[in-house]
């Protein structure tokens, strides 16, 4: 089998030279299970590969025919991957192609109609080795749960959900030896899976439920020596989506850590939730080298809370951050700009309070309402939403890592802003959030990961091919700083003269101050209604 990662534009646009490649952990885990089983599997990355018809020569040399292609697709990934399926059964027209990940299970049948003969919805390891015993032996497929597929009379079929794997540690150690390119960041760990939280904007739900299942504190270690003592990682990343949320197994991998003595040979950062950073737990997590906590925030007002179902508020960020400073942790602050409601001066106030905190990174993307989430079951209908072809424009970076001249649309827009407008803040909020001495120092004298994870060569200033590249890109970066500290009465008219479309989403007169809201509640949907002059005096700091 041959495992796919599409990919459309590269990860960091015009900063991608210089930010480290993520593994694809998803196909990762995928190829672990199934080598497992005594199948064959390869892996390719188009971080690293594109895949053409010369390339796909020489990738599917050995495997067994007729061919089974998998490919893993993220929503703004879409696009690229119907051109891969394209291809795939243009070379190979008995080839079995199969789509899973979070696009194909929240559009299963747009997988289909693209070409794709089967879907795999959530959680993909152990239908993936249904499918694939079933696929070589002839079988049945209505019998296996988790997959919608078209059937040999055109139809398509929806199978039941499949059950969660209940003991993750069934699932092999990752196997790293398949991702041996330098350009991969090898520092990062995945503990546990899913959250049980009801965010309305987040995927992960729609994937593993409410679920919230954990690797025993012996399997972490077992890779936490793996990834230090092979590897010779010396910083690694949990990329749990909520690494705190069960306070009796942080205490139990930190003792772990601290008893095999990997802190010394290693620091360690996390992700998790404010109101899960329990202060009973940092300190032994300090001790055990977590030196890093960053904090999907998401926003910095009480009301547009409650929009998200976020369940959280200010002042528990707020705690949560001056706690880990007590313990020696730095932090960082994930962002979202653009909710509905959201005005000009509220992100303002946002990233004031930001800055007020201290967290060594604050990251602000825009709101992306990912299909399959309430929050997209909300907006679809609504003129302020856009959706490019294929998706591409589902890009939670777009504002930070194209030039602001760019035309690509964003996905939402709230009434009470432009569309120009709320680029700009992005851009000109997160170029402040990086724009000190302290960052631009790190960054360019590479002594350690700075903004966004740019990394820059050793030495890369007596490499004049480098010079000519980091200088291309700090011109970019100060153009986009330039015209985003511009005064918008000023900047809005030139980049509408320059492209007209913009006129489509501007600010609406008088824009609703009352918001209804899909959510989730007790495995159904709900809907929430939030009138914005409930909050007539929102909190700064």
């Not at 011109?475 to 009465?489: F, G, R, S, T």
Request: hydrophobic letters at 40%; aromatic letters at 10%.
């Amino acid at each position: 089998m041959l495992l796919i990662n599409p990919v459309g534009e590269k990860f960091g646009g015009f900063l991608s030279r210089y930010v480290p490649i993520g593994i694809p952990m998803g196909l990762g885990y995928l190829a672990g299970y199934l080598q497992a089983r005594g199948v064959k599997v390869k892996i390719v990355d188009e971080e690293l590969l594109a895949v053409n018809e010369r390339t796909l020569s020489d990738l599917v040399q050995g495997l067994e025919r007729p061919y089974i292609f998998g490919l893993s697709i993220l929503t703004p990934r879409a696009g690229r991957a119907y051109q891969l399926i394209r291809m795939l059964k243009t070379l190979h027209p008995d080839c079995i192609v199969i789509t899973g990940g979070n696009h194909p299970t929240s559009c299963p049948e747009e997988s289909l109609l693209n070409g794709a003969d089967i879907v795999v919805r959530g959680e993909g390891e152990e239908v993936l080795w249904n499918l694939y015993r079933e696929i070589r032996g002839g079988g049945d497929l209505s019998r296996i749960h988790g997959i919608t597929y078209r059937k040999k009379d055109g139809s398509i079929s929806k199978n039941p959900d499949a059950s969660l794997i209940r003991d993750i540690d069934e699932v092999p150690l990752f196997p790293f030896e398949l991702f041996e390119n330098p350009r991969y960041d090898k520092g990062c760990i995945v503990s546990s899976r899913g959250c049980p939280y009801r965010c309305n904007y987040c995927q992960i739900r729609m994937m593993t439920g409410t679920a919230y299942r954990v690797h025993s504190p012996e399997r972490i270690l077992a890779e936490l020596d793996l990834l230090i003592n092979k590897y010779g990682q010396k910083r690694i990343v949990f990329y749990d989506d909520n690494f705190c949320f069960q306070k009796k197994r942080v205490k139990q991998v930190a003792a772990a850590i601290i008893a095999a003595g990997l802190q010394k040979k290693c620091s360690f950062s996390l992700q998790t939730r404010a109101d899960n950073f329990y202060s009973d737990i940092v300190p032994i997590m300090a001790e055990a080298g977590f030196k890093h906590v960053g904090f999907g925030m998401e926003t910095g007002l009480d009301h547009l809370y409650k929009i998200i179902n976020k369940g959280e508020t200010v002042q528990q960020h707020i705690d949560a951050i001056a706690l880990a400073h007590r313990h020696g942790m730095t932090t960082a602050l994930f962002m979202i700009f653009g909710l509905p409601t959201e005005t000009h001066e509220d992100r303002e106030k946002i990233f004031n309070m930001c800055r007020s905190m201290h967290p060594k990174d604050i990251k602000f993307n825009n709101l992306i309402p990912y299909p399959g989430t309430p929050m997209y079951e909300t907006l679809k209908g609504s003129s302020r939403m856009h959706i490019a072809e294929g998706w591409s424009n589902f890009n939670s970076t777009l504002s930070v890592t194209r030039s602001i001249f760019d035309k690509t649309p964003l996905p939402y827009v709230p009434e009470t802003m432009s569309e120009f407008e709320l680029k700009r803040d992005i851009m000109l909020y997160s170029l402040r959030a990086y724009f000190n001495w302290q960052t631009i120092a790190s960054i360019l004298g590479g002594s350690r990961k700075g903004a966004v994870w740019i990394t820059l060569p050793r030495r890369w200033y007596l490499n004049p091919l480098e010079i000519f590249h980091v200088g291309r890109v700090a011109a970019a970066l100060l153009m986009n700083l330039l015209i985003a500290w511009l005064p918008l009465k000023w900047t809005e008219p030139v980049m509408t003269c320059l492209n007209p479309n913009l006129k489509e989403r501007q600010r609406v007169p008088n824009a609703p101050r009352e918001v209804k809201i899909m959510g989730w509640a007790d495995g159904a949907k709900s809907q929430l209604v939030i009138d914005r002059s409930e909050h007539p005096d929102r909190r700064s700091s």
